[in-house]
């Protein structure tokens, strides 16, 4: 199940890449399009990365006892 997090996750960072190499290209003074191509595309690449980083380290990380600590 996190491998299909991970799968999310980079494609998203790709899409999102492939949307502000897009938009640099057609330069964001043209139409305001390639603006909004620009903020959602770093959002969108942002969001990727995060995801597909929260469920790496969340299948390396090794579980946490609460339970275990020092007693008052």
Known sequence: MIVAYIIVGI?????GIGLVATGIRRGPDAQPKNMVMLIGGMMLTAFGIVLAGFAIVYTNAAPIDLNAGATR
Request: proline share 0%.
């Open 11 to 15: 494609l998203a960072a790709l899409s």
